[in-house]
Nanobody, 129 residues
Framework: QVQLVESGGGLVQAGDSLRLSCAAS????????MGWFRQAPGKAREFVAA????????TYAEYVKGRLTITRDSAKNTVYLQMNSKRPEDTAVYYC??????????????????????WGQGTQVTVSS
């Protein structure tokens, strides 16, 4: 497992942009599929986005397509989530997750909580209307 630390959360107004970062403790982050999840108050944790090892492929939850972008910088061992046009319903704790890529799998195999075995502590994002 790898240790993950999220940062960049805070209070923003609707329509604003925000970039979250996830710093990993490993120098072999290139071996991992990385994902972002979020958990709103009173709701279950839900998938947001995932990115493959090289950064060449991404997948998003339908409700965030076009507003969020996941990227990674392997040289910095960091994954990012750029969030544009924030909405009040985006208020949640955002979590970074990691899993060593398994041969034969695609990003469609990394869209559930159970698909990951390393998690950060989360960063709170609050969007005011």
């Amino acid at each position: 497992q790898v240790q993950l630390v999220e940062s960049g959360g805070g209070l923003v107004q609707a329509g604003d942009s925000l970039r979250l970062s996830c710093a990993a403790s490993t120098r072999t982050l290139g071996m991992y599929v990385m994902g972002w999840f979020r958990q709103a108050p009173g709701k279950a944790r839900e998938f947001v986005a995932a990115i493959n090892r090289s950064g060449s492929s991404t997948t998003y939850a339908e409700y965030v397509k076009g507003r969020l972008t996941i990227t990674r910088d392997s040289a910095k061992n960091t994954v990012y989530l750029q969030m544009n046009s924030k909405r009040p319903e985006d208020t949640a704790v955002y979590y970074c997750a990691a899993r060593i890529w398994v041969i034969g799998t695609s990003l469609s195999n990394y869209v559930k909580e159970a698909d990951y075995n390393s998690w950060g502590q989360g960063t709170q994002v609050t969007v005011s209307s």
